[in-house]
């Protein structure tokens, strides 16, 4: 098995590994997403947005769904894509900048614990985000600035029970190794989101299983 496989057991993310990594992806890293631009589609599909509205785009990496989200909410709506890779940000920042929806589309480049939004999310996109889902923190400050009932998808990978899909879970550690910093809560990557969307459902399954599909709505606090 790879280093950055071994280094990924360790029991949580590691913001200084996860910038490292994405700075050697950023520039290759669109070639990469061919297998998932239809799950992509399907994750947007499912917040079933609306003009006007606010959605978070959550560690949306080289900016592939801004766009797409701008669209859905139309030009009085408002996406705030939150990126903590300078580098990965830089890319889909002149993905936006080309795009005739940009006044829409709000970039920042933050880890998203640290993030500052001045707005609530009527939505939220989490697409291939399994670091931010095991950071405790980072969840409970995106539920904050989330309004009650807002409606939340989740896309990303995960390992199958062990006792009959080790070998995939191995070919799944060796494919992801550089794009987690830690495989800690694949088994259940939305654990913590649960805790603040009761009704999070798994509504669909990619890839033999190894590709998921959940959404739910915040609860009303």
């Not at 280093?3 to 950023?26: C, E, M, S, V």
């Not at 291939?128 to 095991?134: A, E, F, K, P, W």
């Amino acid at each position: 098995m790879k280093l950055a496989a071994i280094q990924n057991l360790r029991n949580g993310p590691d913001r200084d590994a996860a910038l490292a990594r994405y700075r050697a992806l950023a520039f290759r890293y669109d070639s990469t997403c061919d297998g998932i631009l239809s799950i992509r589609r399907t994750a947007i599909d499912s917040l079933a947005l609306r003009g006007g509205e606010t959605v978070f785009d959550v560690a949306c990496g080289t900016g592939a769904t801004l766009l797409e989200l701008a669209e859905r909410v139309g030009s009085a709506g408002t996406v705030i894509g939150v990126e903590q890779s300078p580098e990965m940000a830089a890319v889909a920042r002149t993905r936006v900048a080309d795009a005739h929806s940009a006044a829409q589309v709000l970039l920042q480049v933050a880890a998203v614990e640290e993030a500052s939004f001045d707005t609530r999310a009527d939505a939220l996109l989490f697409c291939y985000t399994h670091d931010v889902l095991q950071h405790p923190r980072a969840v409970a400050h995106l539920m904050r600035h989330a309004k009650p009932g807002a409606r939340v998808a989740v896309v990303g990978i995960r390992f199958l029970p062990w006792w009959w899909g080790a070998p995939i879970n191995l070919y799944t550690a060796v494919s992801i190794r550089h794009h987690v910093t830690t495989y800690r809560g694949l088994r259940d990557p939305c654990h913590a989101l649960r805790g603040y969307c009761s009704d999070l459902r798994l509504v669909r399954s990619f890839h033999a299983g190894t590709s998921y599909l959940a959404a739910g709505t915040v609860d009303s606090r």
